[in-house]
């Protein structure tokens, strides 16, 4: 199983990124995957997740309404769309897969077994 995230960069506040996740090795509409980020001195926490079951989409309060999540089963890749990127929102931005993860846990990255690499995501004037 592979998840290789891309995307991040230097943005301006107020200004836009989509995240990207390549994922290889496993049937990928089958695990809940989503997207997680760590800021220097702070403990990973997870900001928007698909489920499997349903696509249930979860986002977590600092990222609603400026962020979209959307997963291609068909191409196997995972997005994060973030708009009116705020300082911060700066952090190593990961995607991760779980086959494990129950509903209510969805957004708990101890339930995540695959990570990707991470991509650095940096808004600064």
């Known amino acids: 199983v592979q998840l290789q995230a891309s995307g991040g960069g230097l943005v301006q506040p107020g200004g836009s990124l989509r995240l990207s996740c390549a994922a290889r090795?496993?049937?990928?509409?089958?695990?809940?995957i989503g997207w997680f980020r760590q800021a220097p001195g702070k403990e990973r926490e997870g900001i928007s997740c698909?489920?499997?079951?349903?696509?249930?989409?979860y986002y977590v309060d600092s990222v609603k309404g400026r962020s979209t999540i959307s997963r291609d089963n068909a191409k196997k890749m995972l997005y994060l769309q973030m708009n009116s990127l705020e300082p911060e929102d700066t952090a190593v931005y990961y995607c991760?897969?779980?086959?494990?993860?129950?509903?209510?846990?969805?957004?708990?990255?101890?339930?995540?077994?695959?990570w990707g690499q991470g991509t650095q995501v940096t808004v600064s004037s």
């Open positions: 991760a897969a779980s086959s494990r993860v129950i509903y209510s846990s969805l957004s708990d990255f101890r339930f995540y077994d695959y």
């Open positions: 090795g496993f049937t990928s509409d089958s695990y809940a």
């Open positions: 698909i489920s499997s079951s349903d696509g249930y989409t």
